[in-house]
């Protein structure tokens, strides 16, 4: 017998992906089941010397790359994922919902589903987009995709439903995708530094080489760099942090949690409250003011309106210099620390690293801290060697070759031209379309407005345009298309989205996807899709930060059930739509554009930008996998803002003036009268909207800030089902009843005095909900603070406002406002919470229905409860 | 002789090596090697996990723990053994039906209920010999902290968790003891000042300087009593007792005063 394979083919399985794929995996089958999934050892296709092999060499040492790709638990646990218990297997429709009586959305949430074959569902699904489109005009249709998913070109996701209704020429309301990670980047740092789109340095090509040569210390701000990078780029990161410790560098971690980053790299843990950084930054702002020790030629030859910074932090604005004893108060960091911190980074080149999240940028009023660390880095001189803004994912951001600090691959293969759906792109948009933050207050039809698309791939100017809702030939929403069920536990808010999308203007909810998790189990159809492994299709690596490539997908194994890709239901819906003839005709032909999958997978490759004539497609059909080399003389390039230090005239900045905007030209124009975002930074302690400081009146019912990181186990809502994680300690704890609790990490101390034990199952609570957890007592967060990853599988036991939720979603009481005014971007961290024991039976009695659904205790929730067998 | 040689020093926790060895053993049957592990349950490779010291100096070390790859499984039951040249051991899953002393007696060996076999790590034999360099659990590891080695090649400074074992660590975590040191009459730090780690003998054992954020720490220090000493001109002299005995020390923010 074999005991290695009888096939073996590879998979991208990064899980956020809109085209640009990560985590190259090799899948072993044998007997049509998966055996394996394994790190791609590159070399058994190509050599070091096709693949220009690159080192660096710094201080007397070698960082190696390596040739295996270096992926994540995340990817490797991919088999619980695929043979989950919680997979849809076929379409369903909910019980109570009669598309031609009685629709009752107000059990959308609790009723269960029956199965119905592929053409009922399809028929039904075809005859309510007519029937909306019709009576209320295409702006009716509310189409959901997200990049919460997993990473697919010509399989589709990511919406392949915004894509058939632009083929149809109709278009639809698209659910714009805001900056989720980047938030406070993008509506607060392009303002002063430009970085174009997301806001954080975009100019990182060497950045890697820049530090290891020249750096003292890295500041790893807010980020954890080992756990979300994981998911889109894997774990070089863990490897550059060991070596630059090995080297020398300082690794100063500053964030309220001792996150998995600094539990095995900090030299030095600084906690801070959480979304308080901004107090932080101005005390050591005020330090360098007063103490001189500030590059004070390069403010002047780098930047203007320095004088306004000045005028805010030295107390000539409103009567409070912004000392280290101000700063103590509201952060929590000793002034003796602060100082310390203040000059030490002054005598030292210091980079600050990011990965995304982290309780510093998706906050309210993010953008402060954002622009904040843009100010210190520019009053060190921004771009003088080993002074950058170092990042530890998106090694292709959106395509751009300048965001990979490692040494660069010669192509980034691209797989655009057969990415089937649409997500990001400007022509999809049209003027209906909501941000994804504001999308409970569409579904239920209120009047509001906001400024800019919101969508996280868009340029800075685009924020200054007013929008309202609904738009002029929008009459409501009154159906949704989602091909990412996952708002309520990725979002701000979720148990309002819970009340939205139950309300009785919403006709219509048509989900697709593979497990029967989150928004799922509100739709009034659900449609399977197939997972990764099921699925023929070709993908790319470029954010593992080692060399990019090009590989074949072909099906590791049979569909699911009758599990469908995400782009064969926008085909299959086309086909029904078709039935109906008019401007339904010749539909699916539009939206295939006659190609087959294999014609599609060419036409990517094709277009992929490699010289397809050296390597030609037959080649890749052999060989499946085609491994960039890294650039020659890579070395030589110019690191990170080298050329804007030496020379800021001749290599301006995209900002209004070319230089860093201590005092923002673009916002004095254009928000005059915005106290909240400001031309300047600052510290905004609360507004008519937001009470989420532990000063706030709100603090005495709900005394304790709540931190919630981008998850260790999970990629937001993905992976929650997967049974070898959940047997980490950290991942789950085992409630007395047996059901596993997602952790809620708090100081001996707090514990000590709420009289809470370890393993104890309790609420997070405020006005807008509850959500359970395990007590999880822990010297790993600092005093006055909870902590809770978020994206648990909501288990909702009490549905919409003040509800109450089992799986530890708390999403799910995360404030249900904006940024700020003028920023409709999203707050899923740093709120107020209270926190109480629960008694796990009490609450059984109370609630036996729920607290009875099917349950595995292995994987969680499973689908036995929610479909009705015959 | 092949042995994994773990460095601690460099793991960062993330289970692979954990989850691998599922991947591999759970629900795939690799007979004559090895019967299906459960699905959860056993870990014939075991993530471990030591949450050190106090906010704001706490740490955690990790560390695989492959408990089966010990020949005092060999010297116990000789007769469940597969034989083999390399001395990796392997549990005959056939020769020992019905074992559950082996399970009940060794960490690492599981007892599977439903196949009526103890179980644990093979060493990924099926794998080695048919053309795999190594185990599953090294070939996951991304940073380097588990390795395949020829037990020649082992450090000599290495240790082992138990006499037999072919598990060997590098720089298994001791004890650490770290403060800041801080004048609290000027609300600062104090850097430079000379700490002194003396033995309950009064033998100095290490010494160092606190760092541009008043802090110091020792590291890998014994499980002992110690007393810390720390001195600089204009300071009265600080001593103070630690005992590690049970645990990592952060003896917190030290009120450092200056000379009247």
């Not at chain 2, 890998?220 to 007393?227: E, Y």
Request: a negative charge; aromatic letters at 12%.
């Amino acid at each position: 017998m074999s005991f290695i394979a009888d096939k073996s083919v590879y998979k991208s399985l990064g899980f956020c992906g809109v085209g640009d794929g990560a985590n190259l995996a090799t899948i072993d089958v044998k007997d049509g089941k998966v055996v394996r999934v394994r790190p791609t050892h590159l070399d058994e296709v190509w050599s070091k010397e096709q693949v220009n092999y690159w080192t660096l060499e710094a201080r007397g040492s070698t960082f190696e790359p390596g040739m295996k790709t270096l992926l994540p638990p995340l990817a490797l646990t991919y088999k619980n994922r695929e043979y989950s218990k919680n997979r849809v297997p076929y379409p369903l429709i909910r019980v109570d919902f009669d598309p031609n009586g009685e629709r009752n959305p107000q059990n959308r949430g609790k009723s269960k589903y029956r199965r119905i074959s592929w053409d009922e569902a399809l028929d039904i699904c075809a005859a309510e987009i007519k029937r909306i489109q019709e009576t209320y005009g295409p702006a009716s249709i509310l189409c959901q995709a997200d990049g919460h998913a997993e990473t697919k070109s010509a399989a589709g996701t990511h919406g392949t439903n915004v894509t058939m209704f632009q083929r149809l020429g109709s278009g639809c309301t698209v659910q714009a995708r805001n900056a989720d990670s980047w938030e406070g980047w993008y509506w607060g740092a392009k303002h002063v530094w430009g970085m174009d789109p997301v806001g954080e340095q975009t100019s990182l090509t060497n950045v890697f080489k820049d530090i290891s040569e020249n750096s003292d210390a890295v500041l790893l701000w807010g980020c954890d760099c080992e756990t979300t990078p994981w998911g889109w780029g894997g774990q070089i990161s863990s490897r550059s942090l060991y070596w630059w410790k090995e080297i020398g560098i300082k690794q100063i971690c500053i964030c309220p949690d001792l996150n998995y980053t600094a539990a095995v790299h900090a030299d030095k843990w600084i906690p801070v409250l959480p979304n308080t950084d901004a107090a932080l930054q101005l005390a050591i702002i005020y330090t360098w003011m007063t103490e001189g020790t500030y590059d004070r030629d390069y403010i002047d030859t780098h930047s203007i309106g320095f004088d306004w910074l000045e005028y805010y932090v030295l107390g000539r604005e409103d009567g409070i210099p912004k000392t280290p004893k101000w700063a103590e108060e509201k952060c929590g960091v000793p002034s003796f620390t602060i100082k310390a911190l203040a000059r030490y980074w002054a005598k030292s080149r210091i980079s600050i690293g990011h990965g995304n999240g982290g309780g510093m940028i998706r906050s309210v009023f993010s953008h402060e801290p954002a622009r904040l660390e843009v100010y210190l880095l520019a009053m060190q001189a921004l771009g003088r060697p080993g002074c950058n803004q170092f990042k530890f994912l998106e090694k292709a951001l959106f395509y751009d070759p300048r965001t990979n600090p490692y040494p660069r691959s010669q192509v980034m293969p691209n797989t655009q031209a057969c990415y089937v759906s649409m997500l990001l792109d400007a022509e999809a948009m049209g003027t209906n379309f909501v941000p994804k933050t504001l999308i409970p207050q569409a579904v239920e039809n209120k009047t509001f407005d906001w400024y800019g698309h919101t969508v996280c791939a868009f340029p800075a100017h685009d924020q200054f345009v007013h929008y309202q809702f609904p738009g002029p030939e929008n009459k409501g929403i009154h159906m949704i298309w989602s091909d990412a069920p996952c708002w309520q536990t990725c979002w701000n808010g979720g148990f309002l989205f819970q009340d939205a999308v139950r309300n009785p203007d919403l006709e219509f909810y048509m989900v697709q996807h593979a497990w029967m998790e989150n928004d799922t189990v509100f739709a009034d159809i659900i449609l399977p899709v197939t997972s990764k492994m099921e699925e023929y299709d070709i993908d790319n690596d470029v954010e593992s930060g080692q060399f990019c490539s090009l590989y074949l997908e072909e099906p590791a194994i049979e569909p699911y059930v009758e599990a469908r890709t995400d782009f064969q239901i926008a085909i299959d819906v086309a086909e029904h739509l078709e039935k109906f003839g008019g401007v339904y005709e010749g539909l699916k032909a539009k939206v295939t554009q006659n190609r087959t999958t294999e014609d599609w997978i060419r036409e990517g490759f094709m277009h992929s930008g490699i010289n397809t004539e050296e390597f030609t497609w037959e080649d890749f059909k052999e060989k499946k996998l085609w491994v960039s080399p890294t650039v020659e003389n890579w070395q030589d390039e110019p690191a990170g803002l080298i050329n804007f230090y030496e020379d800021p005239e001749r290599y301006p900045l995209e900002t209004p003036s070319g230089k860093i905007e201590f005092y923002s030209t673009a916002l004095a124009e254009q928000f005059p009268d915005d106290t909240e975002r400001g031309p300047v930074a600052h510290w905004v302690e609360e507004t008519d909207v937001h009470h989420e400081r532990i000063t706030s009146d709100r603090a005495e019912k709900y005394p304790f800030l709540l931190m919630s990181n981008h998850p260790r186990w999970r990629v937001h809502a993905q992976h929650d089902d997967c049974i070898w994680l959940r047997e980490i300690s950290t991942c789950k704890m085992k409630g007395p009843d047996g059901y596993a609790y997602e952790p809620i990490w708090i100081n001996p101390a707090d514990a000590k005095r709420l009289g809470l034990k370890h393993g104890d199952i309790a609420a997070l609570y405020n006005e807008r909900g509850r959500v359970l957890g395990g007590v999880y007592v822990t010297e790993r967060i600092m005093p006055g603070v909870l902590y809770q990853d978020h994206g648990a599988r909501a288990d909702t036991i009490v549905h919409g406002a003040g509800g109450l939720d089992r799986g530890g979603a708390n999403n799910l009481i995360a404030p249900n406002g904006i940024i700020s005014k003028n920023c409709a971007g999203e707050v899923t961290n740093g709120f107020l919470a209270g926190i109480e024991k629960v008694d796990v039976f009490e609450l059984a009695e109370q609630y036996p229905e729920q607290f009875n659904r099917a349950y595995d205790p292995d994987c969680g929730l499973i689908p036995d409860s929610w479909i009705v067998k015959e | 002789m092949k042995a994994f040689l773990v460095n601690p020093d460099v793991c960062n926790g993330c289970h692979n090596c954990q989850i691998v060895c599922k991947d591999e053993h759970c629900g795939n049957d690799w007979s004559p090697y090895a019967k299906p592990q459960p699905d959860t349950g056993q870990f014939w490779c075991k993530l471990e996990e030591r949450v050190r010291g106090t906010v704001p100096l706490t740490r955690i070390s990790y560390w695989p723990v492959i408990g089966a790859q010990d020949e005092a499984l060999r010297e116990y039951a000789p007769e469940i053994l597969q034989d083999r040249e390399d001395g990796i051991i392997v549990i005959d899953p056939e020769k020992a039906a019905g074992r559950k002393d082996v399970a009940d007696k060794f960490e690492g060996v599981y007892w599977n209920e439903r196949l009526q076999i103890p179980q644990g790590c093979t060493g990924c034999a099926h794998l080695l010999d048919n053309g795999w360099s190594v185990p599953r659990c090294v070939d996951a590891c991304m940073t380097d902290a588990l390795l395949w080695v020829d037990e020649a090649d082992i450090p000599e400074n290495a240790e082992k968790l138990s006499e037999g074992s072919h598990v060997y660590y590098v720089n298994f975590p001791k004890r650490f003891i770290g403060a800041t040191v801080v004048d609290y009459a000027a609300d600062e730090v104090v850097i430079g000042a000379r700490v002194m780690l003396k033995d309950a003998q009064g033998a100095v054992v290490a010494q160092t300087e606190t760092d541009d954020f008043g802090d110091f720490i020792f590291k890998q220090v014994d499980a002992a009593s110690f007393t810390v000493e720390i001195a600089k001109d204009g300071y009265e002299l600080q001593s103070i007792a630690v005992d590690t005995h049970d645990a990592d020390v952060n003896l917190n923010y030290v009120d450092f005063k200056a000379v009247a």
